[in-house]
């Protein structure tokens, strides 16, 4: 996949997806673009995800089906963090 030269401020990404993971997206896309920001979502609850071996900051985690309120909350919380790296995968 060919990542954009444009700059990326938020990458919204569901976790577990048929082709590629979410994780796997965002490892390509900080190549490119290590200063974009993620929120993950799943359909998934946080149990679910961990169990298949991903750990996710819960501040960066919306879980599915999420009112608009939600989802404003954690785009806010992503874009407005601190530069320290902000999630284990």
Do not use: N, W
């Not at 490119?32 to 979502?41: L, N, S, W, Y």
């Not at 009112?67 to 902000?86: G, N």
């Amino acid at each position: 996949m060919e990542v954009s030269k444009a700059a990326i401020d938020l990458l919204l990404t569901d976790v577990i997806m048929p082709q590629q993971g979410g994780p796997e997206l965002v490892k390509q896309i900080e190549e490119g673009h290590p200063e974009t920001r993620v929120v993950f979502m799943s359909g998934y609850s946080d149990d679910m995800v961990k169990r298949r071996g991903l750990c996710m900051q819960e501040d960066l985690f919306l879980e599915k089906p999420f009112s608009k309120r939600a989802l404003l909350a954690k785009v806010y919380s992503a874009l407005h963090r601190e530069s320290e790296k902000q999630r284990d995968i």
